[in-house]
């Protein structure tokens, strides 16, 4: 069954090109960024991607200790029990949050975080590549499609610009025109004569023009470069990275959509160990989302943030103490937009005949559901775009509704 | 031809199919630079001194594997005392980032001094097709021994030697996981007790398609190569079994003989159709044969033509031009001298306006070669080469770095080869006694692609710094 569009998105959408039409051709020039809804109000939204990397053990994130099989299906992977010391802290009957996402239990306590359980791409295998493909470029088979959803998302309502904070514009950010990207620089920023010399030079050449005009553009809301910027910005961790994210975001002329990653959740072996590489992979996430909350400020109650990986994890644990890649997993939708507290699932349960080809959490949600839900609902992109250019072959999947405050 | 005309192509020459000019190049290249071209092609070349120094294959893969050994004995040890595990991340920094900054030093190094910048262009062409990556710890030491010892030996070789070669590599088949891929009818699958020496990574649990699928879609065929899922999985049972000889690395009896060979216990046993062709052959004959027909597939000559005449000539080369490096391939099945001949020898390849934005590496070769008084540093070049997006050997895929402008185009991009030409220009202006010398060289290593404009500004500059960060910085030093 098809929804209606809601009546705020439709006017939302309406009033945008209306202003794309009027006011943006004359501010286009100045930040490098077209204009569009510039207001400040509460239709003016802000979308973060946070792609996680490696495959996050969704049962360690967001562990469903209510479970009947959870103890026996998670046998030596299991840390401290709830209400221990460094232990989870219950959500609901069935969930709990790992203790190391303690910013994630602030927002899910202040209703600002809902969690999305047992979700997974439409892809059935377990290589990085072809997930990784898939979960930037919204298309069902890897490798199909040359952009991101999210850029053929942006480039439906090209007035919200776009920045992916890495050096190169990233895949799930391709297809849009207005997007583009920025990563700190050691480099000594270029001098004034340097600037003006290579503007003149680029007269000649409208794409090096454009590209410098953008570059400056980001250079003047963020940071200009340096030597010590690469400090500034926490050297290119996640949680500095998530801080200039908010620099854009919050910004009068910046973009309204933001792109991070992060990597590490590749939990081959010994992953429940303090100081191991998930443990530190699930603290820098937490880090980097209480700075981006932090540092949002005011634009926070405009925000949606989607945290979502390629796959998610066996359940058992390997030979080595870790788990190998699974399917289905957890997914988090949150911000100061967000209608939070809950968690969102159609539990598959753990027991030994209700698993994945006997050894994954069987997928009961399509992840594509939940970035539809926030691109309809958030950011007012119609429902014929979302079936249509932006995830094409995605006819039987239906928006999550209700992720966002109405 | 006119002189000027001559000097023009002698120019596009440098630019195009070489690495950008050193000083005094354009005035060898002469009256003929298609001659200048081929004959890079043909003759014999020895292995650039820089590169007879680095480890061997051997060498690079023992150093990952003794490194995870070392760190699973150290988390052992620190899981017995109840202490945090070590931080193997930082160590795997530590150990491999010296490796990798030596290795990427030689490769600018024989870049900057070459005197068949064709050919070394070819080289990196042609790495950047059969791509391993450092981005994967298990392949983070191997891809520089992978271009000396996959394609270099091949680049104006046959095609099948060099698709072969990759595809026997140690570094091919840990990348693409074929260590890992395991027949469903294979002895070991149906009798799993049956261990084996494994190298320490997750032991093979069933079919792995990667190494058949990326074959199929980025080395041969082409994504729209018309095979299906029927097939990658067929391919995939066939490379089952190609896997590495664990033996002498943990005997410390590494010989250097080739370190991928057949794996019978691990093999699918039977006949595979692949694209509508039964393989009925015993062991690695099955595969080598399905690669043989892969290589003679009409599909892989478009292919490679389409790449080939993408990287070197427009994002949207000429449809003609395609068409005769595709027919050239086909008909010598794959004979990569006469395809790059072909690719030189095209009138559309001169015609083409230079308008290839050079990627990050391009770019900083070409001034390797333009400023050679700066010797490549290695540290420098890893770090630069990382903020600017296109680390060499280190791309996120398996389809290696995107060869197309938008993808280098975007404002970061753009503003960081400002602030590197700003750097650079500042570390070479030591050579330079004013602009005017700049001028000179500037004349010197763009020629007649030297827009009259640009060469006004240099001059104009306040110091040799400043000039030289305008030559840098202008739009024919980016483009090629």
């Given at each position: 069954m098809r929804r209606e569009v809601p009546k705020d998105s439709a006017a939302t959408l309406t009033r945008r090109s209306l202003l794309r039409g009027v006011g943006g051709l004359a501010a286009?020039?100045?930040?490098?960024w077209p204009a569009a809804?510039?207001?400040?109000?509460?239709?003016d939204p802000r979308l973060v991607l946070v792609i996680l990397r490696g495959g996050l053990d969704g049962l360690a994130a967001?562990?469903?200790?209510?479970?009947?099989h959870w103890s026996s299906a998670r046998a030596g992977l299991?840390?401290?029990?709830?209400?221990?010391?460094?232990g989870p802290t219950r959500l609901d009957a069935l969930f709990a949050l790992d203790a190391r996402l303690g910013s994630f239990r602030d927002l899910y306590a202040r209703e600002q975080l809902t969690v999305v359980h047992a979700v997974s791409l439409p892809?059935?295998?377990?290589?990085h590549f072809d997930a990784q493909n898939l979960l930037e470029s919204?298309?069902?088979?890897?490798?199909?499609?040359?952009?991101g959803w999210l850029g053929r998302a942006i480039q439906t309502q090209p007035g919200h610009g776009a920045v992916g904070l890495q050096p190169v514009l990233p895949l799930v950010l391709?297809?849009?025109?207005t997007a583009t990207s920025w990563s700190p620089s050691s480099l000594t920023p270029p001098g004034r004569e340097l600037l003006e010399g290579a503007e003149a030079l680029y007269r000649r050449d409208p794409a090096l023009a454009a590209g410098l005009r953008q570059g400056q553009a980001g250079r003047r809301i963020v940071s200009r470069g340096g030597k010590r910027e690469a400090a500034a910005w926490g050297g290119a961790s996640f949680p500095g990275l998530a801080s200039a994210a908010a620099a854009f975001l919050s910004h009068?002329?910046?973009?309204?959509v933001a792109v991070l990653e992060l990597g590490?959740?590749?939990?081959?072996?010994?992953?429940?160990?303090?100081?191991g590489g998930l443990d530190r992979a699930l603290r820098e996430l937490d880090a980097g989302i209480a700075t981006l909350h932090a540092t949002l400020g005011g634009v926070w109650g405009q925000t949606v943030v989607v945290v979502a990986t390629e796959f998610g994890r066996t359940v058992a644990m390997n030979g080595s103490g870790g788990t190998d890649h699974g399917t289905a997993g957890a997914a988090f939708v949150l911000g100061g937009a967000v209608a939070g507290g809950r968690v969102v699932c159609d539990w598959p349960g753990l027991g030994p005949g209700q698993l994945h080809e006997g050894r994954d959490l069987r997928p009961?949600?399509?992840?594509r559901s939940v970035w539809m839900g926030v691109l309809r609902?958030?950011?007012?992109?119609s429902e014929t775009a979302l079936h249509g250019e932006?995830?094409?072959?995605?006819?039987a999947v239906a928006p999550l509704a209700g992720l966002v405050r109405g | 031809m006119e002189p000027t005309n001559r000097k023009r192509q002698a120019a596009l020459a440098t630019r195009r199919f070489g690495l950008g000019a050193r000083p005094g190049e354009m005035r060898t290249i002469g009256a003929d630079p298609r001659a200048w071209l081929t004959s890079q092609l043909v003759a014999e070349h020895e292995l650039p001194k820089p590169l007879q120094e680095l480890p061997s294959t051997g060498d690079d893969a023992w150093a990952f594997f003794g490194w995870l050994l070392d760190q699973g004995r150290a988390a052992r040890r620190a899981r017995r005392r109840g202490e945090p595990a070590p931080d193997a991340r930082g160590s795997l920094e530590e150990v491999f980032h010296p490796r990798y900054e030596r290795a990427l030093q030689a490769r600018f190094q024989v870049a900057a001094d070459t005197d068949a910048p064709f050919r070394e262009r070819l080289v990196h062409f042609w790495s950047g097709h059969f791509v391993i990556s450092s981005a994967r710890p298990v392949t983070v030491a191997l891809p520089p021994s992978f271009e000396r010892d996959v394609v270099r030996p091949h680049v104006t070789g046959r095609f099948e030697d060099m698709l072969l070669a990759s595809s026997k590599h140690p570094g091919m088949i840990l990348y693409l996981d074929n260590e890992r891929n395991?027949?469903?009818?294979s002895q070991r699958a149906r009798n799993?007790?049956?261990r084996l020496i494994e190298l320490p990574i997750d032991a093979p649990t069933g079919l792995n398609e990667n190494l058949a699928r990326e074959i199929l879609?980025?080395?041969?065929?082409?994504?729209?190569?018309?095979?299906t899922q029927a097939d990658v999985t067929s391919f995939a049972k066939v490379l089952?079994?190609?896997?590495?000889?664990v033996r002498p690395f943990f005997r410390g009896l590494?010989?250097?003989?080739?370190?991928?060979?057949?794996d019978e216990e691990a093999h699918e046993p039977g006949p595979q159709e692949v694209l509508g062709k039964v393989y009925a052959q015993q062991g690695m004959d099955q595969g080598e044969a399905v690669l043989h027909d892969l290589v003679r597939h009409p599909a892989t000559a478009r292919f490679v033509a389409t790449k080939l005449a993408r990287h070197f000539?427009?994002?949207?080369?000429?449809p003609s031009l395609v068409d005769r490096l595709a027919l050239v391939f086909r008909e010598t099945e794959g004979d990569l001298a006469a395809v790059s001949a072909a690719l030189v020898t095209s009138e559309e390849a001169w015609t083409a306006e230079a308008r290839k934005l050079r990627r990050p590496e391009e770019l900083l070769m070409a001034a390797g070669r333009a400023l050679p008084e700066q010797a490549p540093d290695g540290a420098m070049l890893h770090r630069t080469l990382r903020e600017m997006g296109q680390?060499?050997?280190?791309?996120?895929?398996?389809?290696?770095?995107?060869?197309?402008e938008g993808e280098w185009s975007g404002g970061d991009a753009v503003w960081k080869r400002l602030a590197w030409a700003q750097e650079h220009g500042g570390r070479a202006?030591?050579?330079?006694?004013d602009a005017g010398a700049v001028v000179a060289r500037a004349d010197d290593v763009l020629?007649?692609?030297?827009h009259p404009d640009t060469r006004v500004a240099i001059a104009r500059a306040g110091g040799p710094a400043e000039a030289l960060a305008l030559m840098l910085a202008s739009p024919e030093f980016q483009r090629r």
């Open positions: 286009l020039h100045l930040a490098g809804a510039r207001a400040g109000s509460v239709g967001v562990p469903a200790v209510g479970d009947p299991e840390g401290p029990g709830v209400g221990d010391t460094g892809y059935r295998e377990r290589s919204g298309g069902t088979r890897p490798f199909a499609l040359p952009h391709r297809g849009s025109e009068a002329d910046g973009p309204r590490g959740f590749d939990s081959h072996s010994l992953q429940a160990l303090p100081n009961t949600r399509d992840l609902d958030h950011m007012a992109v932006v995830f094409p072959g995605s006819a | 395991l027949g469903p009818r799993p007790r049956k879609e980025l080395h041969t065929l082409g994504v729209d190569g018309g095979y089952t079994g190609w896997r590495i000889r590494y010989d250097g003989a080739d370190l991928v060979q057949f000539v427009a994002d949207v080369p000429a680390l060499p050997q280190w791309a996120s895929s398996p389809a290696g770095f995107p060869d197309i202006a030591k050579d330079f006694h020629g007649e692609a030297l």
